[in-house]
């Protein structure tokens, strides 16, 4: 264990020296936030709630998006394009502890964003949230943990950072701007609507959303099945499959 933690605060180091992450995962998410309220925050979006309560969901999910698909598996790639998995794979450190202590590193991120948000929408903007607290960061945690689950199958298969660029662009772009997570769902043509209701994050968002609003949720315990199941078989799976170079 005390290997482990230290294996983490270097890699947590590390990761707070990159600016790439902050702005991505923090800085944007808050900047939209920001945006939002100024064209339409306190207009309705619908019956009950205005565009900021409708956002508030969504842009806590943009830092979730950058920390999985964009911080765990560039890194994972980038340490063994190095060959530093390679020099890691000489010492007692596992598979687990390095993915571990990159997911690990990448959930501070993401806390950071949601804090962020959080911050900026109670204290600035006078959000209140209209659902359970303590129910929303369960749906916080369970679209975290599967997303990152995503994140650590990309950073096994992709054995070089050509390949990992390729499939994190693939990844990445459609879940941030297709999920609902910077652009509302509910404006997409219902078309739309059915093909990205397939994607992961899509299902996290609508979880999330429902329940900071207090809105009932359709298929709840289909989505909480769907997100650990992704969870389960893809934390599985990049454990199976992880390659030291």
């Known amino acids: 264990m005390k290997r482990f933690l230290k294996l983490y605060m270097i890699e947590q180091k590390l990761a707070l020296r990159s600016s790439d992450m902050l702005t991505f995962g923090v800085a944007m998410p808050v900047g939209v936030l920001i945006l939002i309220n100024m064209i339409a925050g306190s207009k309705q979006a619908g019956a009950g709630f ?24 560039l890194t994972i790639a980038d340490y063994r394009d190095k060959k530093i998995l ?4 000489t010492t007692p450190c596992s598979p687990m502890w390095i993915l571990g202590s990159d997911m690990l590193c990448c959930g501070v991120t993401a806390l950071l964003s949601a804090v962020s948000v959080a911050f900026v929408s109670v204290v600035f ?5 209209q659902g359970n607290v303590l129910a929303f960061m369960g749906s916080w945690l369970l679209t975290l943990v599967s997303m990152f689950s995503i994140g650590l199958l990309m950073a096994s298969l992709c054995r070089t950072v050509k390949s990992v660029n390729a499939v994190t662009t693939l990844v ?4 941030l701007f297709l999920s609902g997570a910077t652009i509302p769902y509910e404006l997409f043509p219902s078309g739309l609507q059915k093909a990205t209701g397939v994607l992961p994050l899509t299902q996290g968002i609508k979880l999330m959303k429902a329940v900071s609003m207090g809105a009932e949720i359709e298929n709840v315990w289909k989505i909480v099945m769907l997100l650990v199941g992704i969870t389960l078989i893809c934390t599985v799976v990049s454990v199976k499959t992880f390659r030291w170079e």
């Open 50 to 73: 205005t565009y900021l309560d409708s956002s508030f969901a969504s842009l806590i999910a943009v830092g979730i998006c950058a920390s999985a698909f964009m911080g765990i598996p």
């Open 86 to 89: 390679k020099h890691f794979f």
């Open 125 to 129: 903007l006078g959000y209140k949230m």
């Open 172 to 175: 990445y772009f459609p879940m």
